[in-house]
């Protein structure tokens, strides 16, 4: 099961960086080609600052918040590989960890984000608004995540309440 998560973060990383180099090669700066029927544009944006362009003036600890943040979640997905993991949690850090080793991978060698897809819709905000697969993958692997902790949780709770109950019964504190 493990090899299944970490097949999952390569996936997602090697699909990406060929989307990314995809579009770069692709679109024009400025161009937009619609597709899906016209629902979705895609178009070739560098983003040199967090989502939504947060602290692009910045773009040094953007990328220094950003190896921190992925070395952390690194970090807890090997914690979470033991025992007390849930498969639910491993799922969330492994879709979160491949769009993150991919974006960070883009600050690092290029100092900005390849982003290259905007909802078509009346609403100009939204329409604005230019992500890439990765950060669809880190904000479903943030949610998941969050499920299986509190999953995980209740589980730990559950076995701790049975010990509990099982000393009382034998007499061992």
Same mark, same amino acid.
């Given at each position: ?52 362009? #947060? ?12 190896? #921190? ?74 949610? #998941? ?29």
């Amino acid at each position: 099961m493990v090899r299944f998560f970490i097949n999952l973060i390569v996936g997602i990383f090697m699909g990406e960086k060929y989307v990314k180099e995809r579009m770069e090669r692709q679109l024009s700066p400025g161009e937009e080609l619609e597709v899906w029927g016209g629902r979705l544009l895609l178009r070739r944006h560098h983003n040199r600052g967090a989502m939504l362009g #947060l602290g692009k003036e910045r773009g040094m600890m953007v990328t220094t918040l950003s190896l #921190l943040l992925t070395g952390f979640a690194t970090l807890v997905f090997v914690l979470s590989l033991s025992i007390y993991g849930s498969n639910l949690l491993r799922a969330g850090l492994s879709l979160l960890l491949g769009g993150a080793f991919s974006n960070t991978y883009d600050r690092l060698k290029q100092q900005y984000v390849m982003d290259y897809a905007s909802l078509n819709v009346k609403w100009k905000p939204l329409r604005r608004l230019v992500f890439n697969v990765s950060d669809f993958c880190i904000l479903l692997g943030v949610m #998941l995540s969050v499920l299986g902790v509190k999953h995980q949780g209740r589980k730990i709770r559950k076995r701790m309440a049975r010990n509990t109950t099982n000393r009382h019964r034998t007499g061992k504190m």
